[in-house]
């Protein structure tokens, strides 16, 4: 198999001869059938440090051969070595050797590679610390879906054990599909005629939490598995054809358990910057009497400090008094938790003579998560006169550490469930024309379709209980004066249930390309390439009453059950022991009496909770109603329609000389990109109407009618890759490249609903309308990007490296609010209406960074791997409710709009310090590894409104792995992720105002695969 990146490496792969296995010989054709059965087994299984192998094809032939971590890592080396960009990646001998739990956690063991955490697990990818979304990701040269509305790529949806190879291409060239201003990970699964041998593999893992054996888990076991099964095989033809069918087929069935601390998210109507001014009795935590801190006492509601700039003194309407961040609610959460996924891959590979290679490859991925949400909700904006805001305690940022006063409690629960499906699938034909000319022909198509069903529910205390909460090293602790929270029977106002089908998602990437390669006889330049690509995008998101989705809303009906007889019903015992431990200072609830007494009875780390679907039946059984998720539908003012058309050209030379003794290689090029974007909204119908005096007015009808926006850009992207051999053992590399980051398919939505004037009486269409409601700008420019790169590799020997890269990114462009004009046909004419929206800015700015690599290796079995990647940047990312804001008229003047009390994030993802490293053990049939990743803290964007900050703080996370070969056929192994159970911790709007904490716990997982 080739560690070869290079667009120059060697392409005959027609003369490569299979090695037959005797074994896999006689039961071949039991596997052939077998192949459809539910047994589903992996192999992992890696050859030892310098043993003989015997092979049988017509004589025998030892082998030396190196495997397991010392094999990955001189892969690793070897294929930053020959490449001709500036590429790191893994590649794994047989199918299954990939040396990581999940794609994710494979990547992110690539230097200047990192993780955003979810559910314990690595899940979006960034490179050099900038975002997912300035990445691309492709799956055997093909760009793949996902479900979230961005283009980022959910890595822990596809299994690690399916894949041959992973890479993280850090400079381009024209060849390469554009969308990667950080870069493009690679994703890649097996060619079984270039594989080259018959292997059938098996592998059964256990998976055991030590938090889950501390939940009674209503939707999972306290151990979970994941069997892998995989099988390649080659047939030679009389004929001179030969075929290769590979297959591989994973179930994974797990708990992922989560221990949270939640505060209300940064959504512009939870969570306010309430004054905090002592001298202010009519808002804020001074007022006079009881009520919300972002009310006043008498005028505006939902109101707090002011960032909106007051013309008398161009300050702040708020300027120079104090604020805390209070937010509806601060809670704790217990999850139950099961995470489900079944993965098939399928490849053919076809040589029907030496002129031909036909590749058919398919993967397939079903997943399904579900959660049973057990929450303590603490209600916390509302203000105790004469208490709160005397004994409020806040950090040097507003977030607060003490609060005191009389507020609600709820006995809350959701019952979450999320269901993605991936298929992707393509046809490659590579023609060998003659001796020089190559032509390649490839079709894709990838698609991701995502569905998430909700229940919420609610019950509350009828009064307001007095407490008081502080701040500990990690999470709040509450003191609850004469309230017992383990009773069932203190909730029993305002029952309530919701149920919600939301995030109903299609997303779907149909391309075609055809590659021209021609090579040259000596000279400077080895071979020109060149190419058309042609692809399209879409983007639906279903829309109903609630915008995203649609919701059924339900009180109960006292008439029918009481409130105590339906929680009685319910009730469960708290399912979890030891709750958040790992994060607490003690007791997260402590129960005193009016005198300040310990009481026993509600002190502790657990609640009364229920069975989320029984009380929700038992709502919807009480108004008469069936109990059923509403439905979404396409035809709704919520749903977002994107198609995006991409026809892109390339032209592109590589060379290979000798200059002033020293051998020099690379590439250089040109990519030409057209992009068009067409995007579909629907809004309620309407009818201009003029009465007997001529005057117009807009009646608006029930009925929906589609509307369409649109938009586009052409981009030149030009590339230069260099590569100097200065010794043998000494490389020097240089790139320069122009890049490009598309904008999120659900930012290029299309709503838009017009405004009139009702103070005068129009008799124009131009005086009618004023202007245009709406969100979502399918004109949205790409942000782009001049990426340099300049390295200095030394490859001592096969297991060692010492590499220094300096990059610096010149990005053009930045995000700001703009009134542009667009045009709409009414009544058969063209009106010209203001509407302001989010664009993308000319801003430039600068990123700097430098990336380290270090690989060496003892004669002792010991060797280690480093990784470090530090950036800087003056990238300003400002948040749109609390930062400072601006906005462009018409005729291109700039002003701002508030004064914010925040400082600008950075570029969505991006981390000061990366570093992973390992420390491995191998000798004889004995290999083991302990590593270490880190990742310095990032803001990563709101899910439901990008503008908004929301941080993720540093964290440090070990893993651990060990395998013993008991003979060539059969190898046990253990994997840890997460040992010293790193908790994630996120901010709100600022860092310092804590927000969310969720606790993990360590995993592991012990199995035996099997290799024949």
């Given at each position: 198999?080739s560690?070869?990146?290079?667009?120059?490496?060697?392409?005959?792969?027609?003369e490569?001869?299979?090695?037959?296995?005797?074994?896999?010989?006689?039961?071949?054709?039991?596997?052939?059938?077998?192949?459809?059965?539910?047994?589903?087994?992996?192999?992992?299984?890696?050859?030892?440090?310098?043993?003989?192998?015997?092979?049988?094809?017509?004589?025998?032939?030892?082998?030396?051969?190196?495997?397991?971590?010392r094999?990955?890592?001189?892969?690793?080396?070897?294929?930053?070595?020959?490449?001709?960009?500036?590429?790191?990646?893994?590649?794994?001998?047989?199918?299954?050797?990939?040396?990581?739990?999940?794609?994710?956690?494979?990547?992110?063991?690539?230097?200047?590679?990192?993780?955003?955490?979810?559910?314990?697990?690595?899940?979006?990818?960034?490179?050099?610390?900038?975002?997912?979304?300035?990445?691309?990701?492709?799956?055997?040269?093909?760009?793949?879906?996902?479900?979230?509305?961005?283009?980022?790529?959910?890595?822990?949806?596809?299994?690690?054990?399916?894949?041959?190879?992973?890479?993280?291409?850090?400079?381009?060239?024209?060849?390469?599909?554009?969308?990667?201003?950080?870069?493009?990970?690679?994703?890649?699964?097996?060619?079984?005629?270039?594989?080259?041998?018959?292997?059938?593999?098996?592998?059964?893992?256990?998976?055991?939490?030590?938090?889950?054996?501390?939940?009674?888990?209503?939707?999972?076991?306290?151990?979970?598995?994941?069997?892998?099964?995989?099988f390649?095989?080659?047939?030679?033809?009389?004929?001179?054809?030969?075929?290769?069918?590979?297959?591989?087929?994973?179930?994974?069935?797990?708990?992922?358990?989560?221990?949270?601390?939640?505060?209300?998210?940064?959504?512009?109507?939870?969570?306010?910057?309430?004054?905090?001014?002592?001298?202010?009795?009519?808002?804020?935590?001074?007022?006079?009497?009881?009520?919300?801190?972002?009310?006043?006492?008498?005028?505006?509601?939902?109101?707090?400090?002011?960032?909106?700039?007051?013309?008398?003194?161009?300050?702040?309407?708020?300027?120079?008094?104090?604020?805390?961040?209070?937010?509806?609610?601060?809670?704790?959460?217990?999850?139950?938790?099961?995470?489900?996924?079944?993965?098939?891959?399928?490849?053919?590979?076809?040589?029907?003579?030496?002129?031909?290679?036909?590749?058919?490859?398919?993967?397939?991925?079903?997943?399904?998560?579900?959660?049973?949400?057990?929450?303590?909700?603490?209600?916390?904006?509302?203000?105790?006169?004469?208490?709160?805001?005397?004994?409020?305690?806040?950090?040097?940022?507003?977030?607060?550490?003490?609060?005191?006063?009389?507020?609600?409690?709820?006995s809350?629960?959701?019952?979450?469930?999320?269901?993605?499906?991936?298929?992707?699938?393509?046809?490659?034909?590579?023609?060998?024309?003659?001796?020089?000319?190559?032509?390649?022909?490839?079709f894709?198509?990838?698609?991701?379709?995502?569905?998430?069903?909700?229940?919420?529910?609610?019950?509350?205390?009828?009064?307001?209980?007095?407490?008081?909460?502080?701040?500990?090293?990690?999470?709040?602790?509450?003191?609850?004066?004469?309230?017992?929270?383990?009773?069932?029977?203190?909730?029993?106002?305002?029952?309530?249930?919701?149920?919600d089908?939301?995030?109903?998602?299609?997303?779907?990437?149909?391309?075609?390309?055809?590659?021209?390669?021609?090579?040259?006889?000596?000279?400077?330049?080895?071979?020109?390439?060149?190419?058309?690509?042609?692809?399209?995008?879409?983007?639906?998101?279903?829309?109903?009453n609630?915008?995203?989705?649609?919701?059924?809303e339900?009180?109960?009906?006292?008439?029918a059950?009481?409130?105590?007889?339906?929680?009685?019903?319910?009730?469960?015992?708290?399912?979890?022991?030891?709750?958040?431990?790992s994060?607490?200072?003690?007791?997260?609830?402590?129960?005193?009496d009016?005198?300040?007494?310990?009481?026993?009875?509600g002190?502790?780390?657990?609640?009364?909770?229920?069975?989320?679907?029984?009380?929700?039946?038992?709502?919807?059984?009480?108004?008469?109603?069936?109990?059923?998720?509403?439905?979404?539908?396409?035809?709704?003012?919520?749903?977002?329609?994107?198609?995006?058309?991409?026809?892109?050209?390339y032209?592109?030379?590589?060379?290979?000389?000798?200059?002033?003794?020293?051998?020099?290689?690379?590439?250089?090029?040109?990519?030409?990109?057209?992009?068009?974007?067409?995007?579909?909204?629907?809004?309620?119908?309407?009818?201009?109407?003029?009465?007997?005096?001529g005057?117009?007015?807009?009646?608006?009808?029930?009925?929906?009618?589609?509307?369409?926006?649109?938009?586009?850009?052409?981009?030149?992207?030009?590339?230069?890759?260099?590569?100097?051999?200065?010794?043998?053992?000494?490389?020097?590399?240089?790139?320069?490249?122009?890049?490009?980051?598309?904008?999120?398919?659900s930012?290029?939505?299309?709503?838009?609903?017009?405004?009139?004037?009702?103070?005068?009486?129009?008799?124009?269409?131009?005086?009618?309308?004023?202007?245009?409601?709406?969100?979502?700008?399918?004109?949205?420019?790409?942000?782009?990007?001049?990426?340099?790169?300049?390295a200095?590799?030394?490859?001592?020997?096969?297991?060692?490296?010492?590499?220094?890269?300096?990059?610096?990114?010149?990005?053009?462009?930045?995000?700001?609010?703009?009134?542009?004009?667009e045009?709409?046909?009414?009544?058969?004419?063209?009106?010209?209406?203001?509407?302001t929206?989010?664009?993308?800015?000319?801003?430039?700015?600068?990123?700097?960074?430098?990336?380290?690599?270090?690989?060496?290796?003892?004669?002792?079995?010991?060797g280690?791997?480093?990784?470090?990647?530090?950036?800087?940047?003056?990238?300003?990312?400002?948040?749109?409710?609390?930062?400072?804001?601006?906005?462009?008229?018409?005729?291109?003047?700039?002003?701002?709009?508030?004064?914010?009390?925040?400082?600008?994030?950075?570029?969505?993802?991006?981390?000061?310090?990366?570093?992973?490293?390992?420390?491995?053990?191998?000798?004889?049939?004995?290999?083991?590894?302990?590593?270490?990743?880190?990742?310095?803290?990032?803001?990563?964007?709101?899910?439901?409104?990008?503008?908004?900050?929301?941080?993720?703080?540093?964290?440090?996370?070990?893993?651990?792995?060990?395998?013993?070969k008991?003979?060539?056929?059969?190898?046990?192994?253990?994997?840890?992720?997460?040992?010293?159970?790193?908790?994630k911790?996120?901010?709100?709007?600022?860092?310092?105002?804590?927000?969310?904490?969720?606790?993990?716990?360590?995993?592991?997982?012990?199995?035996?695969?099997?290799?024949?």
């Amino acid at each position: 198999m080739s560690l070869i990146f290079d667009n120059d490496a060697d392409s005959s792969k027609q003369e490569r001869q299979f090695r037959l296995s005797p074994v896999a010989r006689l039961v071949k054709m039991a596997v052939v059938v077998s192949l459809t059965s539910s047994l589903a087994f992996s192999v992992n299984a890696q050859e030892t440090n310098n043993q003989s192998k015997k092979e049988a094809d017509n004589i025998d032939v030892e082998v030396i051969e190196i495997v397991g971590t010392r094999k990955t890592i001189q892969d690793q080396i070897a294929i930053k070595r020959e490449a001709t960009s500036v590429v790191d990646g893994l590649s794994a001998t047989d199918i299954g050797d990939l040396p990581a739990l999940s794609i994710g956690e494979a990547l992110e063991s690539i230097t200047g590679a990192a993780s955003h955490r979810e559910n314990g697990g690595a899940t979006e990818i960034t490179i050099r610390g900038l975002g997912p979304f300035l990445s691309a990701t492709h799956i055997n040269g093909r760009e793949a879906t996902n479900g979230s509305g961005d283009r980022s790529v959910n890595f822990s949806q596809f299994p690690s054990e399916l894949m041959q190879k992973v890479a993280i291409y850090k400079t381009q060239d024209a060849s390469l599909i554009e969308g990667g201003v950080a870069g493009v990970i690679t994703l890649e699964t097996l060619k079984p005629l270039d594989y080259g041998k018959q292997q059938i593999q098996g592998e059964v893992k256990l998976n055991y939490n030590p938090d889950e054996a501390n939940i009674d888990n209503s939707l999972h076991g306290n151990v979970g598995g994941r069997a892998t099964f995989s099988f390649v095989d080659q047939f030679e033809f009389d004929s001179g054809q030969s075929l290769g069918v590979s297959f591989g087929v994973q179930r994974q069935d797990i708990s992922q358990p989560e221990a949270e601390y939640r505060s209300s998210s940064p959504t512009g109507a939870s969570l306010w910057a309430c004054l905090n001014d002592p001298t202010n009795s009519n808002e804020g935590f001074f007022r006079s009497s009881a009520g919300d801190c972002e009310d006043q006492v008498s005028g505006s509601s939902n109101q707090g400090y002011q960032t909106a700039i007051d013309p008398a003194t161009g300050k702040a309407q708020s300027a120079g008094t104090p604020y805390a961040w209070a937010g509806s609610s601060r809670s704790y959460r217990q999850n139950e938790t099961s995470d489900e996924r079944d993965a098939v891959f399928l490849a053919l590979q076809y040589r029907p003579s030496e002129a031909w290679d036909i590749n058919v490859d398919a993967q397939l991925s079903d997943r399904n998560q579900a959660e049973a949400r057990h929450d303590l909700l603490f209600l916390q904006k509302r203000v105790t006169p004469g208490v709160t805001g005397q004994n409020l305690i806040t950090n040097d940022v507003g977030g607060i550490l003490h609060w005191e006063g009389e507020e609600r409690f709820e006995s809350a629960g959701e019952q979450f469930s999320r269901e993605e499906n991936y298929v992707g699938y393509g046809l490659n034909v590579e023609h060998f024309f003659n001796d020089r000319l190559t032509i390649t022909a490839d079709f894709g198509y990838s698609q991701t379709k995502r569905e998430e069903l909700q229940i919420t529910n609610r019950g509350r205390t009828p009064g307001r209980p007095f407490l008081t909460w502080d701040m500990g090293k990690y999470i709040p602790h509450i003191t609850v004066t004469d309230f017992d929270v383990t009773d069932i029977s203190n909730f029993t106002d305002s029952l309530r249930t919701l149920l919600d089908r939301e995030n109903v998602r299609e997303n779907e990437i149909v391309s075609a390309r055809l590659d021209f390669k021609y090579a040259l006889d000596g000279g400077v330049f080895t071979s020109v390439q060149a190419g058309v690509r042609a692809s399209e995008l879409t983007f639906v998101q279903f829309g109903g009453n609630q915008g995203n989705g649609s919701r059924t809303e339900v009180l109960l009906n006292e008439g029918a059950i009481s409130a105590l007889d339906v929680l009685a019903q319910c009730q469960i015992d708290f399912p979890e022991t030891d709750f958040l431990s790992s994060v607490s200072d003690g007791d997260l609830i402590t129960r005193v009496d009016t005198n300040g007494n310990v009481v026993a009875s509600g002190t502790g780390s657990s609640w009364a909770t229920y069975d989320n679907v029984c009380f929700s039946q038992a709502l919807v059984a009480s108004v008469g109603g069936d109990f059923a998720y509403p439905q979404v539908e396409y035809e709704n003012s919520g749903t977002q329609d994107v198609t995006e058309k991409t026809l892109s050209a390339y032209v592109m030379a590589n060379y290979d000389t000798e200059v002033l003794g020293k051998f020099v290689r690379g590439n250089f090029g040109v990519r030409l990109v057209d992009t068009d974007v067409t995007s579909i909204g629907f809004r309620n119908s309407f009818d201009v109407v003029t009465n007997e005096l001529g005057v117009l007015s807009l009646v608006t009808g029930d009925s929906l009618e589609s509307i369409t926006g649109g938009g586009g850009y052409t981009e030149i992207l030009p590339s230069f890759n260099l590569v100097v051999d200065y010794s043998e053992d000494i490389l020097l590399r240089a790139g320069i490249y122009r890049g490009m980051s598309r904008a999120n398919p659900s930012d290029m939505s299309y709503s838009r609903t017009f405004q009139t004037d009702e103070s005068v009486t129009p008799t124009t269409l131009a005086d009618l309308f004023v202007g245009v409601n709406g969100s979502g700008n399918p004109n949205t420019k790409p942000l782009m990007s001049w990426n340099y790169d300049v390295a200095l590799e030394w490859y001592p020997n096969e297991d060692s490296i010492f590499a220094l890269s300096l990059y610096y990114k010149q990005f053009q462009g930045g995000f700001q609010q703009r009134t542009v004009l667009e045009n709409f046909i009414v009544d058969g004419q063209t009106v010209t209406l203001p509407i302001t929206n989010s664009v993308t800015t000319e801003n430039s700015s600068d990123l700097y960074g430098l990336e380290a690599s270090v690989a060496y290796r003892w004669d002792n079995g010991i060797g280690i791997k480093l990784g470090y990647n530090y950036a800087d940047t003056d990238f300003e990312y400002e948040d749109s409710l609390y930062g400072d804001t601006y906005i462009t008229d018409l005729d291109g003047s700039t002003r701002q709009l508030t004064v914010g009390i925040v400082p600008p994030a950075s570029v969505p993802g991006f981390s000061e310090h990366v570093f992973s490293g390992q420390i491995y053990y191998q000798i004889g049939d004995f290999d083991t590894a302990l590593i270490y990743k880190y990742r310095s803290e990032y803001f990563q964007p709101y899910t439901n409104d990008a503008t908004r900050l929301r941080y993720v703080d540093e964290v440090g996370v070990w893993e651990a792995r060990a395998s013993y070969k008991i003979n060539k056929n059969i190898r046990v192994k253990v994997e840890a992720i997460n040992l010293f159970s790193a908790p994630k911790s996120q901010d709100f709007f600022v860092q310092g105002n804590l927000g969310e904490v969720n606790d993990y716990g360590p995993r592991f997982f012990a199995g035996i695969s099997l290799k024949y």
